[in-house]
């Protein structure tokens, strides 16, 4: 199985911040890769697909490059409405794998 | 707005079975979707279950469910189903089912989600 990791576990930040999440896949997925957002009690949210391409109505302050094995979502001026937990998932191969997921607070 | 409706959850016995339904009130689990579910287990991340293309025909699994969870679909009533038989401790998270967008054919995410439902596996 492909194993993705995600860093930090853990992003404490303030609003207006620039925050750069990673996540690295153990081999090459191509840009298969898929960008969520869940906050606590809620279904989680497609952010970003196929690497970069941003999900209708995702604010652009979003943003997600990479390919290969390592990929990044960043965010470029947080907002109180981003504090949530972010989780990459890859569509290469079978089973698809989430990382562990990256909490943004305050 | 297209929205799905998880239901079918609840508490069962280890090695006891639930069927888990995905109901769409828009035009999401038409044989245009594959459809999926992911489970995230209390306090934990998430993890993917299964997947079915968009005519049924095809079904993926993730090793920890193979052999005993069943996707199904009725695109004419527009419901998923997932049967889950043996069912251990292990099991226990909520259920969200998912409709899959694709790119040149391939499944690149997953656009709409349900609320989710909850299953508890306990004795």
């Known amino acids: 199985d492909i194993q993705m990791t995600q860093s930090p576990s853990t992003l404490s930040a303030s609003v207006g911040d620039r925050v750069t999440i990673t996540c690295r896949a153990s081999q090459s997925i191509s840009d298969w890769l898929a960008w969520y957002q869940q906050k606590p009690g809620k279904a989680p949210k497609l952010l970003v697909y196929?690497?970069?391409s941003l999900e209708g109505a995702v604010p652009s302050r979003f943003s997600g490059s990479g390919s290969g094995t390592e990929f990044t979502l960043t965010i470029s001026s947080l907002q109180p409405d981003d504090f949530a937990t972010y989780y990459c998932?890859?569509?290469?191969?079978?089973?698809?794998?989430f990382g562990q997921g990256t909490k943004v607070d305050i | 707005e297209v929205q799905l409706l998880e239901s079918g959850g609840g508490l069962v016995q280890p090695g006891g079975s639930l069927r888990l339904s995905c109901a769409d009130s828009g035009f999401s689990i038409s044989s245009s979707h594959a459809m999926a579910w992911v489970r995230q287990a209390p306090g934990k991340g998430l993890e993917w279950v299964s997947v079915i293309s968009g005519n049924g025909a095809g079904t993926y699994y993730a090793d920890s469910v193979k052999g005993r969870f069943t996707l199904s679909r009725d695109n004419y009533k527009s419901m998923l189903y997932m049967e889950m038989n043996s069912l251990r401790a292990e099991d226990t998270a909520i259920y969200y089912c998912?409709?899959?967008?694709?790119?040149?054919?391939?499944?690149?995410?997953?656009?709409?989600w349900g609320l989710g439902t909850s299953v508890t596996v306990s004795s």
């Open positions: 196929k690497a970069s």
């Open positions: 998912a409709k899959c967008i694709t790119v040149f054919g391939m499944v690149a995410g997953m656009d709409v």
């Open positions: 998932q890859q569509y290469n191969t079978y089973p698809w794998t």
